[in-house]
T-cell receptor
Framework: NAGVMQNPRHLVRRRGQEARLRCSPM?????VYWYRQLPEEGLKFMVY????????ESGMPKERFSAEFPKEGPSILRIQQVVRGDSAAYFC??????????????FGQGTRLTVV | KNQVEQSPQSLIILEGKNCTLQ??????????LRWYKQDTGRGPVSLTI?????NTKSNGRYTATLDADTKQSSLHITASQLSDSASYIC????????????FGDGTTLTVKP
């Protein structure tokens, strides 16, 4: 059972371009979460999705950022018109159908976005 | 406001020594508390997860404690190894969903030979 797969591992974009980050959850997991980690800082929650639904996007910037988790395929975090401040590591985590108070979330290795 | 505070921010110890990392939280209502280890450039990896009724849990040389009354947790590392050098993150969940949780900023541990 492969873990959470994120690609690409590294992404370089020029200011104004679009960045698309992909996350394939673990097999059997229907909950996906995205986090951003700025250099030398902790992980910050961005968005929580289930298949075809955004459950909580309270951590998403109001503009330029969007996320989806379609019925088929990976979850996508999309950043339009990137700026230098978007440079960070973006982590995805997944968990199985919520089964109780000890639900575990497993992290991918992250995508490191560099905006030049 | 839900908060998780970790101390110290960074710690340097010699190989073979023990150390204890602290986590204080104000997350409510409490669901579970997790400790993660994050190696540089990698994703976090779970070490322990504890619910309200558990006050200690071990994973090899890692032992986590939880005091739900004082809202404090600690992670004790025994006989440290060079590979223990990493960031240790305390995460507290306020509901039954593991994903939307409050993360501490982590303690950066450096183990020197």
């Amino acid at each position: 059972n492969a873990g959470v797969m994120q690609n690409p591992r590294h992404l370089v974009r020029r200011r104004g371009q679009e960045a698309r980050l992909r996350c394939s959850p673990m097999k059997g997991h229907s909950h996906v979460y995205w986090y951003r980690q700025l250099p030398e800082e902790g992980l910050k929650f961005m968005v929580y999705l289930q298949k075809e639904n955004i459950i909580d996007e309270s951590g998403m910037p109001k503009e330029r950022f969007s996320a989806e988790f379609p019925k088929e395929g990976p979850s996508i975090l999309r950043i339009q018109q990137v700026v230098r401040g978007d440079s960070a590591a973006y982590f995805c985590a997944s968990s199985p159908q919520n089964s109780g108070r000890s639900t575990e979330a497993f992290f991918g290795q992250g995508t490191r976005l560099t905006v030049v | 406001k839900n908060q998780v505070e970790q101390s110290p921010q960074s710690l340097i110890i010699l190989e073979g020594k023990n150390c204890t990392l602290q986590c204080n939280y104000t997350v409510s209502p409490f669901s579970n508390l997790r400790w993660y280890k994050q190696d540089t450039g990698r994703g976090p990896v779970s070490l322990t997860i504890m619910t309200f009724s558990e006050n200690t849990k071990s994973n090899g040389r890692y032992t986590a404690t939880l005091d739900a009354d004082t809202k404090q947790s600690s992670l004790h590392i025994t006989a440290s190894q060079l590979s223990d050098s990493a960031s240790y993150i305390c995460v507290v969940s306020a509901n039954t969903n593991a994903g939307k949780s409050t993360f501490g900023d982590g303690t950066t541990l450096t183990v020197k030979p």
